[in-house]
């Protein structure tokens, strides 16, 4: 009999093939994922498929409503809000994209760490974490941005530092539930470090709890890229941005509904979607969601 | 039968498995009890007993289906009832008592509201009379000062008052049927004894009838007038107590009660291979076929029914005659001999051990400490190649010895030496590997012990990677062999722990331990978390292990029958001090200290003609002591003020048998004696 190596490491986490057959077995996990697929590839192919030029505006055609030639009718300045809101997901999808795996690794890890080494350090570190989550996210984030500017390599690195705090405690919770259990005490008599016993004792055993938590991060995280387009700290003029669309056409929307109600549909079914297929990996993996965190 | 109570006809309960197959958990189980009769449900985990007493109530587990089959409860059909009807019933005539009333009862009410409560629901009682009555229940099930009980929520009660208010509960609503399902598990075997006697009397004062349902035969010996054995789903034996304890005719009772391990015995109990079936599994043969020792041809073809015997049982067996040649008490593998001057392979020198360091607070006021030590002044040595057996109540402080010596918990004073006095360090980090490798512990159970995530191979590679650093064709090979050690296949290697059983984990989880190549092994109540053939099986393992490695054991249980299957010398710990020690055969046909002599004559022998011997009240202690004898507010023996005051003195005799008494073990010899002619 031979053991390959990837015989034996198949096992550790669960396999994905089994979990994404499991969430899309149950009704919101099949929806929610296919929205979610269906948002992201609508990002990826949309510049190809786009019929006008996001950016060519036109006097004569401003605020006409929906027609055969325009779906979703025409903004303040004439461009084609259909084309705008299949694109304007591109930047938000991209950012939050890429932050949320950056929020959920550094979050769990130190949350993997404290909730390990416990004690007075443990204790200090999380009243900072509880005083930093007792302020307002907006106003922390406007301070980062404002000192340092709006644009991609300055959200993408906020964004990751804001959502990762909150990742701290989730993780730092579900240490502790696996911590109590035998094989750890098995671990340490044993004789291994530390960071042996995160790697392989605990990690395996709080992943579960990490990919939903990354799941609901995300959609947090999109409304948040989002709301900060809308101040006019996202996206900046003329790329088209669902939040900063929204702020854009909200002048207009007791006689031209079509330029709010586009890009909210855009967002809200994303995030629908994102919430929906959290839920099912939740039950998927056996995780009860049922305290959700702050922020 | 005249006055049948509950009339159980034919039921098969199943569920849908993933494929969609229907499978069963009972089939065709047929079971009445008449008014005053009490019947004990026995078998192992999964045989469905637990499932047959809820569906005397009318209830199924979620999932469960009845598939056939019906249930009256005094000619009323339980399965057909309405709500409100399945309500006034249940608690009131038919009361069920669970096994951990630790968590069925609410814990933010006081006591003496939940009987109120129960009172108020199920008894014709005018709301001025609630009060007098519920404190008459309490005094009822023995309860000391009911009053204050009252006043007292859950969780200010020991156990063994938790069930006892428990029961006061279900004796509220006057139920003519009680429904136990595993009463007495998880309680002290003093404790468990008490709440025995008071269920008999309670059911024969009332004339009640009584379901019980437990794994233990030796509780089912003490309360039960018939027993059935259940298997697979099945009704396999139905006999009195006296027919199915002493002359069972079913081939997987007598391993069953083979398999028990007894205070008596000098020979280790007779393990029962293999493992029952899945709920679906069983073949059109006869369920017990795949473990039974006297299967032919005809048991795999024809699935036999429950028939009458001559002697009158219902067995469901076609050799039923020849089963009773099938041997009854343990002659497994005889324990392994050590000679008594073996050079010391672990000592503990006056170790010491609490769990409350001062805290923030105190130290910043500069106040001491002012809690007693959990475990304190333990002097033992044990010899290269013995084994020891802490035995003790829960709280004497057996498992946290254990973990100090591992290093999980550092001892507050005292010291732990390895052979030749090395000594080892008192906290797990600031150990060398040769200490961490020669040491090693093994937990009571392997569902939380073995991670989850990981194989069996990778388990077993933790140990070997990291004191001998193995990989590749070498790990491997020695992986294999490690398992081959514990009687399980190299096929087992690619296995995670939920696609093993019970057995076979605790096996994986003796396996890591002896992969290091440990000198000392702890064993922390390594057979409680399962069932009693399987637990033969481990205790078998260990012995083999020890015999061919000449491991030392230090072997913690609760269970006094198992430590003293396996132990050369036997320690006796209450509130974390040392009574008694010395050789186990000793101890054990002359146990002398009072608290020794309280313990094991509690224990219940799956045996209806022997009475456990029960000195004092089950009065439960929290801390012991701060001065004088740890055992003065129990013992039976008590001197007087000396007890209250001074530490008793060791008394020794030959063979370095010792107790800690300010009598003489001759004078308590003495006092016993006068007590058994008395």
Redesign the interface.
């Known amino acids: ?3 390959t190596a990837g ?2 490491t198949q ?3 669960t396999p994905i093939v089994q979990v994404l057959r499991d969430v899309v077995a149950r009704p919101s996990g099949a929806i929610g994922l296919t929205l979610v697929c269906l948002h992201l590839i609508l990002a990826l192919i949309s510049p190809m498929i786009v019929a006008y030029d996001y950016k060519a505006t036109n006097s004569s055609m401003m605020l006409t409503g929906p027609d055969a030639a325009h779906w979703l009718g025409t903004d303040h300045l004439g461009r084609d809000v259909f084309t705008r809101v299949l694109l304007g997901g591109r930047e938000a999808l991209l950012v939050t994209g890429v932050a949320t795996p950056i929020a959920v690794t550094w979050g769990g890890f130190l949350g993997i760490l404290f909730g390990l080494v416990g004690g ?1 350090i443990d204790e200090v570190l999380m009243r900072f974490v509880d005083a930093f989550l007792s302020l307002p996210w907006i106003l922390k984030m406007l301070v980062l941005i404002v000192t340092f500017g709006t644009g991609v390599e300055v959200l993408i690195p906020t964004l990751a530092f804001f959502y990762g705090i909150p990742v701290i405690r989730i993780a730092r919770a579900a240490t502790h539930d696996v911590i109590a ?3 750890v ?8 470090g530390r960071m042996t016993i995160i790697w ?2 605990l990690l ?2 709080v992943l579960d709890t990490l990919m939903v938590e990354g799941a609901m991060r995300w959609s947090w995280m999109l409304l948040a890229f989002s709301s900060l387009s809308f101040l006019g700290f996202g996206v900046s003029p003329p790329t088209p941005d669902w939040g900063l669309m929204i702020a854009d056409a909200r002048g207009f929307m007791s006689f031209a509904p079509w330029g709010v109600l586009g890009p909210v549909i855009a967002l809200s079914s994303l995030i629908i979607g994102i919430n929906l297929t959290a839920d099912a990996l939740a039950k998927a993996l056996g995780i009860d969601r049922a305290q959700k965190a702050p922020v | 039968m005249t006055n049948t109570v509950i009339d159980i006809k034919d039921i098969t309960v199943g569920f849908s498995g993933k494929s969609g197959a229907i499978l069963p958990v009972l089939r065709n189980v047929d079971l009445a009890v008449a008014q005053g009769e009490s019947i004990g449900i026995v078998g192992e985990s999964g045989s469905g007993k637990s499932t047959l007493a809820l569906a005397a109530m009318g209830y199924l587990k979620r999932g469960l289906r009845l598939l056939n089959g019906s249930v009256s409860f005094r000619g009323e059909d339980m399965f057909e009832q309405s709500r409100p009807g399945l309500e006034k019933i249940r608690g009131g005539e038919l009361a069920l008592i669970p096994q951990n009333s630790g968590q069925s009862l609410t814990p933010t009410l006081r006591i003496g509201a939940q009987i109120i409560e129960a009172l108020r629901l199920h008894s014709a009682l005018s709301p001025a009379d609630y009060q007098a009555k519920a404190v008459e229940l309490l005094g009822q099930v023995r309860l000391p000062e009911p009053e204050t009980i009252m006043a007292r929520f859950p969780h200010e009660l020991s156990g063994g008052q938790q069930q006892r208010a428990a029961i006061a509960m279900a004796l509220a609503g006057e139920p003519h049927t009680l429904l136990l399902d595993e009463p007495t598990t998880g309680l002290d075997v003093t404790t468990q004894a008490h709440i025995l006697e008071l269920l008999r009397d309670i059911a024969q004062e009332r004339s009640m009838a009584m379901v019980y349902v437990s794994h233990d035969l030796g509780a089912i010996a003490r309360v039960c007038d018939r027993v059935i054995v259940m298997y697979a789903g099945e009704v396999v034996l139905d006999g009195t107590t006296r027919q199915v304890l002493k002359s069972p005719v079913h081939p997987y009772a007598r391993g069953l009660l083979a398999s028990i391990p007894r205070l008596a015995d000098q020979h280790l109990p007779v393990a029962l291979d293999g493992r029952p079936p899945a709920p679906g599994g069983a073949g059109q043969g006869c369920s017990f076929v795949d473990r039974c020792a006297l299967a032919k041809e005809r048991c795999h073809v024809e699935r036999p029914e429950l028939s009458q015997v001559d002697s009158g049982e219902l067995v469901r067996c076609f050799y039923s005659e020849e089963a009773q040649a099938l041997s009854l008490v343990g002659a497994g593998g005889v324990p392994v001999e050590v000679k008594s001057d073996a050079p010391p392979a672990l000592t503990l020198g006056d170790l010491s051990i609490s769990y409350h360091s001062p805290g923030l607070f105190d130290r910043f006021l500069g106040r001491q400490s002012i809690h007693v030590a959990t475990v304190d002044d333990i002097d033992i040595t044990v010899g290269r190649g013995e084994t020891l057996g802490l035995v003790g109540e829960s709280g004497s402080g057996k498992s946290t010895i254990l973990k100090s010596i591992a290093g999980l918990l550092p001892p507050a004073d005292g010291s732990i030496e390895m052979a030749e006095g090395e000594a080892l360090a008192p906290a797990v980090e600031n150990r060398s590997p040769d200490h961490l490798r020669r040491v090693q512990l093994i937990f009571q159970n392997p569902d939380d012990s073995l991670n989850p995530r990981h194989t069996v191979a990778e388990i077993l590679a933790q140990p070997l990677k990291l004191y001998f650093g193995l990989s590749g064709a070498e790990l491997n090979t020695r992986s294999a062999e490690i398992l081959d050690r514990v009687r399980l296949g190299v096929h087992y290697l690619d296995r995670l722990p939920s696609q093993l059983s019970g057995g076979e984990k605790q096996r994986v989880a003796i396996a890591r331990a002896f992969a290091a190549d440990p000198e000392v092994v702890l064993c922390d109540e390594v057979t409680s978390a399962l069932d009693v053939s399987v637990q033969a099986a481990v205790l078998d393992l260990l012995n083999a292990l020890k015999e061919r490695q000449g491991t030392t054991y230090v072997f913690v249980s609760h269970d006094l029958a198992v430590v003293k299957a396996l132990s050369d010398r036997v320690a006796v710990l209450y509130q974390g001090r040392l009574c008694e020690i010395g050789p186990s055969e000793q101890v054990y046909a002359t146990p002398s200290h009072p608290y020794s002599e309280v313990l094991l004559g509690a224990v219940l022998e799956p045996d209806p003609d022997v009475a456990p011997n029960l000195a004092t009240d089950d009065v439960v202690e929290s801390s012991p002591p701060a001065q004088g004898c740890p055992f003065q507010r129990r013992c039976p023996r008590k001197i007087g003020q000396i007890c209250d005051t001074d530490t008793p003195p060791w008394q020794e005799t030959t063979n370095g048998h010792a107790i800690r008494c300010h009598h003489g073990i001759d004078e308590l010899m003495r006092l016993q004696a006068e007590d058994g002619s008395a």
């Open positions: 009999m031979t053991i015989s034996r096992n550790r986490f007075r259990r035998d094989f005490s098995a671990a340490r008599a044993r004789g291994h392989r004792e395996p055993n």
